[in-house]
T-cell receptor
Framework: NAGVTQTPKFQVLKTGQSMTLQCAQD?????MYWYRQDPGMGLRLIYY???????DKGEVPNGYNVSRLNKREFSLRLESAAPSQTSVYFC????????????FGAGSRLTVL | AQTVTQSQPEMSVQEAETVTLSCTYD???????LFWYKQPPSRQMILVIR??????QNATENRFSVNFQKAAKSFSLKISDSQLGDAAMYFC???????????FGTGTRLQVFP
Protein backbone atom coordinates (compact mmCIF):
# COMPACT_ATOMS: atom_id res chain seq x y z
CA ASN A 1 0.00 0.00 0.00
CA ALA A 2 3.03 2.31 -0.40
CA GLY A 3 2.08 4.10 -3.64
CA VAL A 4 4.65 6.84 -4.27
CA THR A 5 7.49 7.21 -1.77
CA GLN A 6 9.72 10.28 -1.64
CA THR A 7 12.85 10.79 0.39
CA PRO A 8 13.89 12.83 2.24
CA LYS A 9 10.81 14.55 3.65
CA PHE A 10 12.79 17.54 4.85
CA GLN A 11 16.20 18.89 3.88
CA VAL A 12 18.15 22.06 4.58
CA LEU A 13 20.98 22.96 2.22
CA LYS A 14 23.47 25.77 1.90
CA THR A 15 23.74 27.66 -1.35
CA GLY A 16 25.94 25.74 -3.78
CA GLN A 17 25.45 22.33 -2.20
CA SER A 18 24.07 19.46 -4.22
CA MET A 19 21.47 16.90 -3.35
CA THR A 20 19.20 14.29 -4.88
CA LEU A 21 15.53 13.74 -4.14
CA GLN A 22 14.54 10.12 -4.54
CA CYS A 23 11.18 8.86 -5.70
CA ALA A 24 9.90 5.32 -6.10
CA GLN A 25 6.50 3.94 -7.02
CA ASP A 26 5.22 0.41 -6.67
CA UNK A 27 2.17 0.64 -8.92
CA UNK A 28 3.89 -0.37 -12.16
CA UNK A 29 3.14 3.08 -13.61
CA UNK A 30 4.81 4.16 -16.82
CA UNK A 31 4.86 7.91 -16.26
CA MET A 32 6.55 9.78 -13.46
CA TYR A 33 6.75 13.49 -12.67
CA TRP A 34 8.48 16.03 -10.50
CA TYR A 35 6.59 19.18 -9.47
CA ARG A 36 7.47 22.04 -7.20
CA GLN A 37 4.93 23.92 -5.12
CA ASP A 38 5.42 27.53 -4.14
CA PRO A 39 2.96 29.81 -2.33
CA GLY A 40 0.61 31.55 -4.73
CA MET A 41 1.95 29.64 -7.72
CA GLY A 42 0.35 26.25 -7.48
CA LEU A 43 2.28 23.24 -8.71
CA ARG A 44 4.67 23.65 -11.58
CA LEU A 45 6.11 20.78 -13.57
CA ILE A 46 9.89 20.49 -13.47
CA TYR A 47 10.49 17.29 -15.45
CA TYR A 48 8.56 14.23 -16.38
CA UNK A 49 9.27 10.80 -17.77
CA UNK A 50 6.76 9.07 -20.01
CA UNK A 51 8.58 5.75 -19.80
CA UNK A 52 11.78 4.16 -18.62
CA UNK A 53 14.74 5.76 -20.34
CA UNK A 54 12.96 8.95 -21.43
CA UNK A 55 12.73 12.34 -19.76
CA ASP A 56 11.28 15.68 -20.86
CA LYS A 57 11.41 19.21 -19.56
CA GLY A 58 8.40 20.78 -17.95
CA GLU A 59 7.70 24.42 -17.16
CA VAL A 60 10.63 25.11 -14.81
CA PRO A 61 13.55 22.74 -15.56
CA ASN A 62 16.45 25.14 -15.06
CA GLY A 63 18.78 24.16 -12.22
CA TYR A 64 17.55 20.57 -12.10
CA ASN A 65 18.50 17.23 -13.59
CA VAL A 66 16.56 13.99 -13.49
CA SER A 67 17.25 10.30 -13.92
CA ARG A 68 14.72 7.60 -14.67
CA LEU A 69 16.76 4.79 -13.22
CA ASN A 70 14.20 2.09 -13.97
CA LYS A 71 10.44 1.83 -14.16
CA ARG A 72 10.05 2.31 -10.41
CA GLU A 73 12.48 5.14 -9.68
CA PHE A 74 12.75 8.77 -10.80
CA SER A 75 15.26 11.02 -9.06
CA LEU A 76 15.61 14.80 -9.08
CA ARG A 77 19.04 16.34 -8.62
CA LEU A 78 20.03 19.86 -7.67
CA GLU A 79 23.67 20.26 -8.71
CA SER A 80 24.24 23.67 -7.11
CA ALA A 81 21.33 24.66 -4.92
CA ALA A 82 20.09 28.25 -4.90
CA PRO A 83 17.70 30.02 -2.48
CA SER A 84 15.18 30.24 -5.35
CA GLN A 85 14.92 26.46 -5.19
CA THR A 86 13.47 26.58 -1.69
CA SER A 87 10.16 24.84 -2.22
CA VAL A 88 8.07 21.77 -1.60
CA TYR A 89 8.76 19.09 -4.18
CA PHE A 90 6.27 16.46 -5.21
CA CYS A 91 6.86 13.30 -7.13
CA UNK A 92 3.91 11.70 -8.91
CA UNK A 93 3.20 8.76 -11.16
CA UNK A 94 0.43 7.66 -13.49
CA UNK A 95 -0.49 4.71 -15.63
CA UNK A 96 -1.39 6.81 -18.69
CA UNK A 97 -4.69 4.99 -19.00
CA UNK A 98 -7.80 7.04 -19.72
CA UNK A 99 -7.75 10.23 -17.70
CA UNK A 100 -4.21 9.52 -16.54
CA UNK A 101 -4.88 10.29 -12.90
CA UNK A 102 -1.74 11.17 -11.00
CA UNK A 103 -0.83 9.59 -7.67
CA PHE A 104 1.34 11.88 -5.58
CA GLY A 105 3.99 11.32 -2.97
CA ALA A 106 3.83 13.09 0.38
CA GLY A 107 6.18 15.88 -0.67
CA SER A 108 9.70 16.94 0.28
CA ARG A 109 10.31 20.33 1.87
CA LEU A 110 13.64 21.76 0.77
CA THR A 111 15.17 24.91 2.25
CA VAL A 112 18.24 26.48 0.68
CA LEU A 113 20.00 29.03 2.88
CA ALA B 1 0.04 27.11 -24.23
CA GLN B 2 -2.72 26.08 -21.89
CA THR B 3 -3.32 27.99 -18.69
CA VAL B 4 -5.51 27.38 -15.66
CA THR B 5 -6.83 30.26 -13.56
CA GLN B 6 -8.31 30.09 -10.08
CA SER B 7 -9.40 33.61 -9.21
CA GLN B 8 -10.34 32.95 -5.59
CA PRO B 9 -7.23 32.66 -3.38
CA GLU B 10 -9.41 31.99 -0.34
CA MET B 11 -12.99 30.95 0.34
CA SER B 12 -14.89 30.14 3.49
CA VAL B 13 -18.07 28.23 4.20
CA GLN B 14 -20.15 27.27 7.19
CA GLU B 15 -20.38 23.61 8.06
CA ALA B 16 -23.31 21.91 6.25
CA GLU B 17 -23.54 24.73 3.70
CA THR B 18 -22.64 24.67 0.02
CA VAL B 19 -19.65 26.39 -1.57
CA THR B 20 -18.50 26.73 -5.16
CA LEU B 21 -14.88 27.10 -6.21
CA SER B 22 -14.17 28.66 -9.59
CA CYS B 23 -11.75 27.58 -12.29
CA THR B 24 -11.29 28.79 -15.83
CA TYR B 25 -8.83 27.56 -18.40
CA ASP B 26 -7.53 28.57 -21.76
CA UNK B 27 -6.96 26.08 -24.55
CA UNK B 28 -7.43 25.71 -28.27
CA UNK B 29 -7.87 21.96 -27.99
CA UNK B 30 -11.16 20.12 -28.11
CA UNK B 31 -10.14 16.95 -26.27
CA UNK B 32 -8.79 17.19 -22.75
CA UNK B 33 -9.34 16.27 -19.13
CA LEU B 34 -10.01 18.46 -16.12
CA PHE B 35 -9.41 17.63 -12.49
CA TRP B 36 -9.88 18.95 -9.00
CA TYR B 37 -7.27 17.94 -6.44
CA LYS B 38 -7.46 18.53 -2.69
CA GLN B 39 -4.41 19.21 -0.54
CA PRO B 40 -5.15 19.04 3.21
CA PRO B 41 -2.63 20.25 5.80
CA SER B 42 -0.92 16.85 5.57
CA ARG B 43 0.28 18.07 2.14
CA GLN B 44 -0.89 14.93 0.38
CA MET B 45 -2.50 15.60 -3.01
CA ILE B 46 -5.80 13.77 -3.35
CA LEU B 47 -7.93 13.50 -6.47
CA VAL B 48 -11.44 14.84 -5.82
CA ILE B 49 -13.10 14.59 -9.20
CA ARG B 50 -12.32 14.47 -12.92
CA UNK B 51 -14.14 15.38 -16.10
CA UNK B 52 -13.57 14.31 -19.67
CA UNK B 53 -14.18 17.20 -22.05
CA UNK B 54 -16.08 15.05 -24.51
CA UNK B 55 -18.67 14.20 -21.88
CA UNK B 56 -21.49 16.70 -21.58
CA GLN B 57 -22.70 15.29 -18.28
CA ASN B 58 -21.17 16.92 -15.23
CA ALA B 59 -19.13 14.60 -13.02
CA THR B 60 -20.30 13.88 -9.49
CA GLU B 61 -18.59 12.16 -6.58
CA ASN B 62 -20.79 12.03 -3.49
CA ARG B 63 -20.90 15.62 -2.10
CA PHE B 64 -18.63 16.94 -4.84
CA SER B 65 -19.89 17.94 -8.26
CA VAL B 66 -18.67 20.09 -11.10
CA ASN B 67 -20.26 22.57 -13.43
CA PHE B 68 -18.43 22.08 -16.70
CA GLN B 69 -19.11 24.76 -19.29
CA LYS B 70 -16.96 23.84 -22.29
CA ALA B 71 -17.80 26.86 -24.43
CA ALA B 72 -17.03 29.21 -21.57
CA LYS B 73 -13.96 27.17 -20.56
CA SER B 74 -15.17 27.04 -17.01
CA PHE B 75 -14.90 24.16 -14.54
CA SER B 76 -16.24 24.99 -11.09
CA LEU B 77 -16.38 22.65 -8.10
CA LYS B 78 -19.40 22.55 -5.84
CA ILE B 79 -19.09 21.08 -2.38
CA SER B 80 -22.42 20.31 -0.75
CA ASP B 81 -23.03 19.75 2.96
CA SER B 82 -19.54 21.02 3.75
CA GLN B 83 -17.63 19.24 6.50
CA LEU B 84 -14.73 20.33 8.65
CA GLY B 85 -12.58 17.77 6.86
CA ASP B 86 -13.13 19.59 3.58
CA ALA B 87 -10.84 22.40 4.75
CA ALA B 88 -7.86 22.30 2.38
CA MET B 89 -6.23 23.83 -0.65
CA TYR B 90 -8.07 22.93 -3.83
CA PHE B 91 -6.30 22.86 -7.17
CA CYS B 92 -7.89 22.80 -10.58
CA UNK B 93 -5.82 21.04 -13.24
CA UNK B 94 -5.88 20.50 -17.00
CA UNK B 95 -4.42 17.78 -19.16
CA UNK B 96 -4.33 17.66 -22.94
CA UNK B 97 -5.63 14.47 -24.45
CA UNK B 98 -2.34 13.72 -26.17
CA UNK B 99 0.18 14.49 -23.46
CA UNK B 100 1.03 13.32 -19.97
CA UNK B 101 1.54 16.77 -18.50
CA UNK B 102 -0.85 18.14 -15.90
CA UNK B 103 -1.12 21.92 -15.63
CA PHE B 104 -2.31 23.31 -12.30
CA GLY B 105 -3.98 26.50 -11.22
CA THR B 106 -2.69 28.48 -8.27
CA GLY B 107 -5.16 27.00 -5.81
CA THR B 108 -8.00 28.11 -3.55
CA ARG B 109 -7.73 27.76 0.19
CA LEU B 110 -11.06 26.66 1.65
CA GLN B 111 -11.86 27.27 5.29
CA VAL B 112 -14.81 25.51 6.91
CA PHE B 113 -16.31 27.05 10.04
CA PRO B 114 -18.39 25.11 12.57
Amino acid sequence: NAGVTQTPKFQVLKTGQSMTLQCAQDMNHNSMYWYRQDPGMGLRLIYYSASEGTTDKGEVPNGYNVSRLNKREFSLRLESAAPSQTSVYFCASSDRVGANVLTFGAGSRLTVL
Amino acid sequence: AQTVTQSQPEMSVQEAETVTLSCTYDTSESDYYLFWYKQPPSRQMILVIRQEAYKQQNATENRFSVNFQKAAKSFSLKISDSQLGDAAMYFCAYRSYNTDKLIFGTGTRLQVFP
